[in-house]
């Protein structure tokens, strides 16, 4: 019973780990998007910070331009003069604070993996039933393996106008969970989603999952 017990204190938390890790492997984001664009035919596009606390800096200024290379790959053209733009694409990004989830494992958090669905008989012949607890066999207070881990949510808007009337042409909202909070990591893979079968469907509200990253 002790190399019994000691297995299940290994395994668990391994299972565990194996569950959490699988996630890091590829970048799963939902999208929104409303677009009345034009079909691309050189417009020429200027990108905005759509939140002032985001203008101005080196780090939007970097996201901006992943954008606008995107944008550039569709068939629209960035603005040699900003104030003379066919387009204004309006882009902001931010991550929440997260939070806590508790994952439970081992064998006195499931009582499925030792309960009446195996049909197996416990000590001195009495039947195990869900919620049965022998003492004997799974130790005091059984083993029951509880690890916390925290989940951030992270999101992307863009908006698109035209200069001349200012009619918004799209609206896109790209937003994921992870178990990152860094942005370096999350708007790169935000944007790819954004751009994932650009512009979309009017009213579309879709699921994209990007493959893992290549290494070296």
Not at 11 to 17: D, H, I, R, S, Y
Not at 131 to 156: C, E, K, M, R
Request: proline share 6%; aromatic share 12%.
């Amino acid at each position: 019973m002790t190399r019994f017990k000691k297995f299940g204190m290994i395994a668990a938390p391994a299972l565990a780990l194996v569950a959490l890790s699988g996630c890091a492997t590829q970048f799963r984001g939902d999208v929104a998007r409303f677009q009345q664009l034009p079909a691309p035919a050189g417009q020429s596009f200027t990108i905005v910070a759509d939140n002032p606390q985001l203008a101005g800096g080196l780090e939007f200024a970097h996201y901006a331009d992943l954008v606008g290379q995107r944008l550039s790959q569709t068939g629209y053209v960035a603005a040699s003069d900003p104030a003379r733009a066919d387009l204004i694409v309006r882009v902001a990004y931010d991550v929440d604070n997260g939070r806590e989830k508790v994952r439970s494992t081992g064998f006195g958090g499931d009582p499925f993996m030792y309960g009446g669905g195996w049909g197996m008989r416990g000590r001195w012949g009495r039947p195990w039933g869900y919620g049965y607890y022998d003492p004997w066999l799974f130790g005091a207070g059984g083993y029951n393996d509880v690890s916390s881990y925290t989940v951030y949510t992270s999101d992307l808007s863009m908006k698109i106008d035209r200069a001349a009337d200012n009619r918004r042409l799209f609206e896109g909202k790209a937003s994921a969970q992870s178990l990152s909070n860094k942005l370096t990591y999350l708007v790169p893979n935000l944007i790819d989603v954004m751009f994932t079968d650009f512009p979309g469907q009017n009213g579309e509200n879709v699921k994209i999952t990007l493959p893992p990253e290549k290494k070296g």
